[in-house]
């Protein structure tokens, strides 16, 4: 009897529990990736993610084949096409790692009993996050609002359980069953083809991310601590794309840096971990995260509708050298720093006073990382709208951000090289700098950083409440 696997945001065959659970049954495995764009409450992946979605189904599909594991390629929506996909393959059980997300949970519960109609056995695992949402529960209120109660009701759960090793299930017969051919899904861009800088920085896949690990665990975990503000110095794992899609599981990453040296740096990477079970926390509780306000008196916020300003902030031409440095490695790479993207953040919400989820979208469709609780919780830490947000008057000055965590200009002037001959000192100011100094058809700032933040201040100040 078959056992069909439904893999998601799980794209990894090693601390995989729901392949390792079917490989410990009897008969062949067959495993199930449904590309779905059109169920309700779904987000259509963005074209970064796309891309990346593109090379992390090649290599898994290859790595399941070693292990005689057909991956089986679908497109629709999942409600009909897992239970059919599941009768096709004769299939008497069918597993999944569990999601969290409130569309694709609702998704589940349907598949589920659709599939147990139909005699089929369903079993779904943690796999995805450390403390699956409903496990931590504050002492009063339905959720925490706040990261250190979270994080601390986290670590009193004690270790979180060892990851699994690879499973072993070469030689068994696997049901024949039609597969879509990846290229036909058309993840990848052609025309223009604009994926040059993603391939050039990223390896999606399993293998990728196990030598991204590897690398940070071997020279970067020291002085992570200190230096993980610091755009110029390389200091944080990336390790982002790679958790959003699993290709590695928090377990490894958790349990790798815990086989090293303790101590502070170690501990501030695993709280960053914490961070993305926290907003996780979040979207469980408020499945609206991405499009709703956390504290509703930000709904009567006066947002300015500014379309130049909105374009010339997503293609790095606002004219502030971080902010600019910023979006064009995100443009370029699917990446940002995650400094660099608070800063860049603050400037559209707060100096532009353009609406948070104007930057999210934009975020969404051009990270590799975009993440459906990550990326709208940060941009509402910033708006301070969110849960645990940053105060309203919290507004980063981008000109000494730079000068405190890019203090030669390295960073801006890998992104902006217009500003090459600019002297240090100016580098984060250019417009300063007089016409000798600031480099060729860079633009002047399109805001006056002085002007717009005490604009900003006085129309969030008026907000009720
Ligand atoms: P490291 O410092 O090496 O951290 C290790 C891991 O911890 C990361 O891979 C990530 O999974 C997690 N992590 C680190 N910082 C945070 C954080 N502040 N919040 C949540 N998890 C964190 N992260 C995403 O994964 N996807 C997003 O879509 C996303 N959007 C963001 C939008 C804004 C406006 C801001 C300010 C931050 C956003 N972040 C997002 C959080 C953070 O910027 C990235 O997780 C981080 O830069 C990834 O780089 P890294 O893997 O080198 O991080």
């Known amino acids: 009897e078959t056992t069909l696997v439904w893999l998601r945001d799980d794209l990894r065959i090693r601390d995989n529990p729901a392949l390792h659970a079917a490989t410990l049954r009897d008969g062949a495995v067959v495993a199930l990736y449904v590309l779905d764009d059109e169920s309700d409450g779904i987000r259509p992946l963005g074209a970064a993610s796309r891309w990346w979605l593109h090379g992390s189904l090649e290599r898994l599909g290859d790595a399941l084949a070693a292990l005689g594991v057909p991956l089986v390629l679908r497109r629709g929506r999942s409600r009909e096409v897992v239970p059919a996909a599941a009768i096709a393959a004769n299939a008497g059980a069918v597993y999944w790692n569990r999601r969290y997300g409130s569309a694709e949970a609702a998704i589940d519960r349907d598949v589920e009993t659709t599939l147990t109609e139909h005699g089929c056995a369903v079993e779904t695992f943690a796999a995805t996050l450390l403390h699956e949402p409903w496990t931590l529960r504050p002492a009063s209120g339905p959720h925490y609002r706040v990261f250190s109660p979270f994080w601390k009701a986290a670590l009193d759960q004690g270790e979180p359980r060892k990851p699994l090793g690879a ?94 040296e303790p101590g502070n740096d170690a501990e501030k990477f695993l709280t960053e971990l914490g961070w993305r079970e926290f907003s996780w926390h979040l979207l469980f509780h408020n499945p ?25 902030w997503q293609r790095g031409r606002t004219g502030i050298p971080m902010v600019d440095a910023g ?139």
């Open 167 to 260: 499973p072993d299930i070469r030689n068994r017969r696997a049901f024949p069953l039609d597969t879509d051919v990846l290229a036909d899904w058309k993840l990848r861009p052609t025309r223009p083809d604009w994926s040059g800088g993603l391939a050039e920085t990223w390896r999606p896949g399993e293998e990728g991310a196990r030598d991204r690990l590897e690398d940070f665990l071997d020279g970067g975990l020291e002085g992570y601590a200190a230096n993980r503000d610091r755009p110029d110095c390389h200091a944080t794992s990336m390790l982002s794309p790679h958790l959003r899609f699993g290709e590695i599981s928090p377990f490894q990453v958790w349990h790798a840096v815990r086989s090293g």
């Open 288 to 312: 609206d995260l991405a499009s709703v306000n956390f504290q509703k008196k930000f709904d009567a916020f006066a947002w300015r509708d500014d379309r130049t300003s909105l374009e010339a």
């Open 327 to 465: 979006m064009r490695q995100l443009w370029h790479s699917g990446w940002m720093h995650n400094r660099v993207r608070m800063v860049a953040a603050s400037f559209l919400i707060k100096n532009l006073m353009i609406d948070w989820r104007e930057g999210e979208a934009w975020f969404w469709d051009t990270l590799v990382d975009a993440d459906a609780a990550n990326n709208p919780a940060s941009w509402q830490w910033v708006a301070g709208s969110g849960a645990d947000a940053a105060p309203y008057f919290r507004i980063f000055n981008p000109v000494l951000q730079g000068e405190k965590f890019d203090p030669e200009g390295r960073y801006v002037r890998t992104w902006v090289p217009e500003l090459e001959g600019v002297p240090d000192r100016m580098i984060h100011k250019p417009w300063k700098a007089g016409a000798s100094g600031s480099g060729g058809d860079y633009p002047q700032p399109i805001a006056d950083l002085g002007e717009t933040r005490r604009r900003a201040l006085s129309a969030f100040k008026d907000l009720p409440g």
